[in-house]
Nanobody
Framework: QVQLVESGGGLVKAGGSLRLSCAAS????????MGWFRQAPGKEREFVAA????????SYADSVKGRFTISRDNAKNTVYLQMNSLKPEDAAVYSC????????????WGQGTQVTVSS
């Protein structure tokens, strides 16, 4: 069973940076895609970024391109989301997710970590 545990959220001023971590366990993730999603109050959950564990190809939402970077550490089984130049509209609960490469939808989710950006 896949387990995902996020950490690294917090309060930051606009223009600042945070790095989120997602510790993954329960599987060998070489055939998985890992993703970050976020949900702000009153809004639907939205895709932020994803990375293929094998090969490391990445994709990003247009709203975060050039500011956020997703990466993974194979030795630590951890996925990161480096967030720079944060804006108040980036504030949300950020969740890590995982899916096998051949499955279209993310089916495993972490509990989420809160990111608050003050203006």
């Amino acid at each position: 069973q896949v387990q995902l545990v996020e950490s690294g959220g917090g309060l930051v001023k606009a223009g600042g940076s945070l790095r989120l971590s997602c510790a993954a366990s329960g599987r060998t993730f070489s055939s998985y895609v890992m993703g970050w999603f976020r949900q702000a109050p009153g809004k639907e959950r939205e895709f932020v970024a994803a990375i293929r564990w094998s090969g490391g190809s990445t994709s990003y939402a247009d709203s975060v391109k050039g500011r956020f970077t997703i990466s993974r550490d194979n030795a630590k089984n951890t996925v990161y989301l480096q967030m720079n130049s944060l804006k108040p509209e980036d504030a949300a609960v950020y969740s890590c997710a995982a899916r096998p490469i051949n499955v279209p939808n993310f089916g495993s989710w972490g509990q989420g970590t809160q990111v608050t950006v003050s203006s």
